[in-house]
Every structure is written in structure tokens, then in C-alpha cells.
């Protein structure tokens, strides 16, 4: 018999995030760090380590730009921060 391997996974992240206000003024709640690092990022990273190559992430309209910032910042940023010497920060989440 042989077994399909998933490689594709679906993250709901939805909503408002109204419970959380104020903080969701300026912050989708999948962004919001816990221990330092984004919800998002420990989602991602078991995700990865479970073999998924491929993942859509079902949201708000009004949350796109901030999750497609986190997920592919911009190169001008990128340049910025290892400009600085900064981006050693980042512990290889890029």
C-alpha cells in the first residue's frame, strides 16, 4: 500500500480579533509574539518540520498587508536592518 504524504495545510486566521483590542488596533492577533516571536512563526515552523511545503492562510481582508509584511517583508527593509547590523536578529525566521 502505498501512502500520500499532506504537503499542503490551510491556517484559519480570521476574524477580528476584537478580544484583544486595543492591541489589534495596531497588530493582527496571529502577529502578537508570545516568548518573543510571532503566533504565526511557531505555526509556520511546525508546519515546515511536519514535511508541509505549501500553506494558505485564510484571513481578514482588513489583516492582508500586515501578513504579507510578516511573511515576505520588503527588501528595502531587509537591506535596512543588515545595514545596521541587525539582521543576525532575525535567528534565521527569514
Given at each position: 500500500e502505498q501512502r500520500r504524504k499532506v504537503k499542503k495545510a490551510v491556517i484559519l486566521a480570521g476574524g477580528l480579533g476584537t478580544r484583544f483590542l486595543p492591541g489589534t488596533l495596531a497588530l493582527a492577533k496571529e502577529l502578537f509574539p508570545i516568548m518573543g516571536k510571532p503566533i504565526m512563526l511557531y505555526l509556520l515552523k511546525d508546519l515546515a518540520g511536519a514535511g508541509i511545503t505549501d500553506v494558505l492562510i485564510v484571513g481578514n481582508k482588513l489583516k492582508e498587508e500586515?501578513?504579507?509584511?510578516?511573511?515576505?517583508?520588503?527588501?528595502?527593509?531587509?537591506?535596512?536592518?543588515?545595514?545596521?547590523?541587525?539582521?543576525?536578529?532575525?535567528?534565521?525566521?527569514?
Open positions: 500586515s501578513i504579507k509584511a510578516f511573511i515576505n517583508p520588503s527588501k528595502d527593509y531587509l537591506q535596512k536592518i543588515e545595514s545596521e547590523g541587525k539582521l543576525a536578529n532575525l535567528n534565521g525566521q527569514v
